[in-house]
């Protein structure tokens, strides 16, 4: 089944349509990336997933009900939306426990969580002298303790260093492969390229990319490929006869547009050249995201 379903939400504060017509859904199985530059809406989607704002027009749902119809919100989906909002004064241990005592679930729940979380040598520490990332674990935990299907991260690796990033990839990747949906949201390509299966791209508020990111790495591709070779001027005049497009790149290697890098080993063999390099060459996933989210930048920088 579904997990999350949003079918043309949208949300105006006063006159500002800040989510717009918003269709997609989060599956089962694996993680999807919620991208968006900064200020897209995408806190807004989120605080609409989880009836914390009320949609303007269009629906949401988790399982195929509403968040406020869920008997039990905790053990059908969490949410971490500001790893901040612990108090500082409680144990890791009591913030959990009271968490799960005031949602109805069970006690043993709270050392399954740490334990799974790595905090259990810290449950007995007050949360207040935490670190970020230990801060963000403990989020993560309180987010696990109704066992829920689904799972909602608002800009999880935000501030952490590489080593709490790293863990929090890991971890939502884990929870993924239990078949838990995961939804997590980055205003940073590069954060999604190693932790998501799926990308769901808005930038005002409206959608611009639904897709799996190997097809998003795919279309990443500019189409040309990087060619060298002992003695590019012949190699060059061969390529354009054959109806290639040849530019020079850096240290006189060949940038060819127009054939297929199958195509051009091909050619080489043919015309019995050596070939060095051959490689298709790739926009990087961040220069994806910033080719499709360019008009869609609330504020552009001024050079
Ligand atoms: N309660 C509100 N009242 C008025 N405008 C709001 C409100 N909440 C958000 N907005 C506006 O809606 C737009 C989208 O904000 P939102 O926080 O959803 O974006 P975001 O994609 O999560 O970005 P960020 O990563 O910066 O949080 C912004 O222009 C923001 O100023």
Redesign the pocket.
């Known amino acids: 089944m579904t997990a999350i379903e949003v079918q043309g939400l949208t949300?105006r504060?006063?006159p500002?349509t800040?989510?717009d017509d918003l269709s997609f859904t989060v599956e089962p199985g694996r993680v999807t990336g919620f991208l968006?530059?900064?200020?897209?809406?995408?806190?807004?989607?989120?605080?609409m997933i989880l009836g914390l704002?009320a949609p303007t027009r269009g629906s949401v749902t988790i399982g195929g009900r509403r968040y406020d119809e869920l008997p039990a919100p905790m053990t059908e989906v969490g949410a971490l939306l500001d790893a901040g909002a612990v108090h500082g004064s409680r144990k890791a241990y009591d913030h959990l426990l009271a968490l799960a005592v005031s949602n109805g679930l069970p006690r043993h729940r709270v050392d399954e969580v740490l334990t799974r979380t790595g905090l259990e040598k810290v449950a007995g520490k007050l949360a207040g002298g935490f670190s970020l990332g230990m801060r963000q674990r403990l989020g993560i935990a309180g987010t696990l303790l109704g066992d829920p299907r689904v799972l909602i991260f608002?800009?999880p690796v935000n501030g952490l260093d590489a080593e709490g990033i790293r863990w929090v990839r890991d971890f939502m990747r884990s929870l993924a492969r239990e078949g838990r949906a995961v939804l997590v949201?980055s205003?940073l390509m590069s954060e999604m390229a190693q932790t998501a299966d799926h990308l769901v791209v808005?930038g005002q508020?409206r959608l611009i990319a639904d897709t799996g990111i190997s097809e998003f790495m795919r279309a990443g591709g500019d189409g040309t490929v990087l060619v060298r070779t002992p003695d590019p001027g012949s190699f060059t005049r061969q390529l354009a006869a054959a109806g290639a497009t040849v530019r020079e790149g850096l240290e006189s290697a060949l940038v060819v547009s127009g054939m297929t890098s199958e195509e051009i080993g091909k050619l080489a063999a043919y015309q019995g050249v050596a070939l060095s390099e051959l490689t298709p060459q790739r926009a990087s996933l961040e220069e994806t995201f910033m080719e499709l989210t360019k008009d869609s930048v609330?504020y552009q920088g001024v050079v």
């Open positions: 949300k504060y006063g500002e800040v989510v968006g530059p900064n200020g897209a809406g995408k806190s807004t989607t989120i605080k704002a608002d800009e949201s205003h808005i508020g609330e």
